[in-house]
């Protein structure tokens, strides 16, 4: 069974950056489909992007549409741990962000939250105007 702790979240202004990362252990990392997703108070949770692994160091990458063209994710298969890497922050990105594992190499990213069986404790990520 993998464990995942996230880390990198704060307090930043719109138009800033964060790096977030969610680093695994038990099993290897590259065996599971990596999902981030976000709660902001008051709504549902959503997928905001996902990895899966189709070779030793290639991978896939999905991306909310909200998302797209601001954030990528990359994963470090040394390192076991997966980023999320967040440009041009706005103000509605603000949410308690959570990493996710589901288990199976290749497998097609899901956006489903229900689909991944390992969560992180979560890390909030606050964007000021």
């Known amino acids: 069974q993998v464990q995942l702790v996230e880390s990198g979240g704060g307090l930043v202004q719109a138009g800033g950056s964060l790096r977030l990362s969610c680093a695994t252990s038990?099993?290897?990392?590259?065996?599971?489909?990596m999902g981030w997703f976000r709660q902001a108070p008051g709504k549902k949770r959503e997928f905001v992007s996902g990895?899966?692994?189709?070779?030793?160091?290639?991978?896939?990458?999905d991306y909310a549409d909200s998302v797209k063209g601001r954030f990528t994710i990359s994963g470090d298969n040394a390192k076991n741990t997966v980023y999320l890497q967040m440009n041009s922050l706005k103000p509605e990105d603000t949410a308690v962000y959570y990493c996710?594992?589901?288990?199976?190499?290749?497998?097609?990213?899901?956006?489903?939250?229900?689909?991944?069986?390992?969560w992180g404790q979560g890390t909030q990520v606050t964007v000021s105007s």
């Open positions: 038990g099993r290897t990392f590259s065996d599971y489909v």
């Open positions: 990895i899966t692994w189709i070779g030793t160091n290639a991978y896939y990458a």
């Open positions: 996710a594992a589901l288990l199976g190499r290749g497998r097609p990213i899901t956006v489903v939250s229900d689909s991944y069986h390992t």
